[in-house]
T-cell receptor, first 113, second 113 residues
Framework: AQSVTQLGSHVSVSEGALVLLRCNYS??????LFWYVQYPNQGLQLLLK??????LVKGINGFEAEFKKSETSFHLTKPSAHMSDAAEYFC???????????FGPGTRLSVLP | GAVVSQHPSRVICKSGTSVKIECRSL??????MFWYRQFPKQSLMLMAT?????????EQGVEKDKFLINHASLTLSTLTVTSAHPEDSSFYIC?????????FGQGTRLTVV
């Protein structure tokens, strides 16, 4: 069975500050890991994904995440927050066949001027 | 990438009526599609896995007679909410599996009045 935890349901940062959204996973098999962003009343947009290649994954909009097997983590970072980054962020894990896709509870990111 | 289109994006219906939501993979064939439900300020919960040409597999606690899923072709899965009630109001999102990656639709906001 797989599961995802995201520490902090709400994170606030100042514009220009570092963004760090935490994700830890549990999986009995080597996982695929994802970060999605959701703007109000919209679907999910894929930010980045880890599929067993490089452990440091770069995504869209300046985001990146590092897969750390020893820590079972896949934290999302961005060096400098922008107002447009304010949204809900979901970490997700799946098996390598794309099956058993499980979402974390989500973290709402607020960016303060 | 791959495109998944969901229709309608918003629907308001009267209590007791049925509503059909369509999920289409526009540029690829999808043997497997997934349906999720998202309550306000919560994560996505998998409702069912839809397989082309066979019966859907429902998650525990999801009423299969209330949420009818049909996956009649490799590019279309439909979710019908039968005899809708206000508690069925939610955000419904589909995804389609291409190779080992899931691509998400834009979501459907269902409001039952």
């Amino acid at each position: 069975a797989q599961s995802v935890t995201q520490l902090g349901s709400h994170v606030s940062v100042s514009e220009g500050a570092l963004v760090l959204l935490r994700c830890n996973y549990s999986s009995s098999v080597p996982p695929y890991l994802f970060w999605y962003v959701q703007y109000p009343n919209q679907g999910l947009q894929l930010l980045l994904k880890y599929t067993s290649a490089a452990t440091l994954v770069k995504g869209i909009n300046g985001f990146e995440a590092e897969f750390k097997k020893s820590e079972t983590s896949f934290h999302l970072t961005k060096p400098s927050a922008h107002m447009s980054d304010a949204a809900e962020y979901f970490c997700a894990v799946s098996e390598r066949g794309g099956q058993n896709f499980v979402f974390g509870p989500g973290t709402r990111l607020s960016v303060l001027p | 990438g791959a495109v998944v289109s969901q229709h309608p994006s918003r629907v308001i219906c009267k209590s007791g009526t049925s509503v059909k939501i369509e999920c289409r993979s526009l540029d690829f064939q999808a043997t497997t599609m997934f349906w999720y439900r998202q309550f306000p300020k919560q994560s996505l919960m998998l409702m069912a896995t839809s397989n082309e040409g066979s019966k859907a597999t429902y998650e525990q606690g999801v009423e299969k007679d209330k949420f009818l899923i049909n996956h009649a072709s490799l590019t279309l899965s439909t979710l019908t909410v039968t005899s809708a009630h206000p508690e069925d109001s939610s955000f419904y999102i589909c995804s389609a599996l291409k190779n080992t990656e899931a691509f998400f639709g834009q979501g459907t906001r269902l409001t039952v009045v």
